[in-house]
Nanobody, 124 residues
Framework: QVQLVESGGGSVQPGGSLGLSCVTS????????MGWFRQPPGKEREFLAR????????YYADSVRGRFTISRDNVKNTVYLRMDNLKVEDTAVYYC?????????????????WGQGTQVTVSS
């Protein structure tokens, strides 16, 4: 059974940076697009970024484009999210997820395997 494990969350001041990692078990990691989502307190889970199976194509939500960067290493079975110029409103639990092939890339329902989440807190 495929499992995703996120790490790298923590607390940071506004304007700071953090890097998240998501390690995937199993030998099929390179077959699937991967995505990152977040869920702020009291709000719905929202799409942040997606990367194609080979890593050549990326997509971002308008709220994070230019500040966040998604990447992957198919040898290490890991997908990353680099977050720069963090804002207070970026505070949330961050999740990585495996995408269903051929589905709309921003929908939560387009992802079938999720990590447990990692907390990111941005405050002064």
């Amino acid at each position: 059974q495929v499992q995703l494990v996120e790490s790298g969350g923590g607390s940071v001041q506004p304007g700071g940076s953090l890097g998240l990692s998501c390690v995937t078990s199993g030998r099929t990691f390179s077959n699937y697009p991967m995505g990152w989502f977040r869920q702020p307190p009291g709000k719905e889970r929202e799409f942040l970024a997606r990367i194609s199976s080979g890593g050549s194509a990326t997509y971002y939500a308008d709220s994070v484009r230019g500040r966040f960067t998604i990447s992957r290493d198919n040898v290490k079975n890991t997908v990353y999210l680099r977050m720069d110029n963090l804002k207070v409103e970026d505070t949330a639990v961050y999740y990585c997820a495996r995408a269903k092939i051929g589905m709309p890339y921003m929908a939560v329902s387009s992802y079938d395997v999720w990590g447990q989440g990692t907390q990111v807190t941005v405050s002064s």
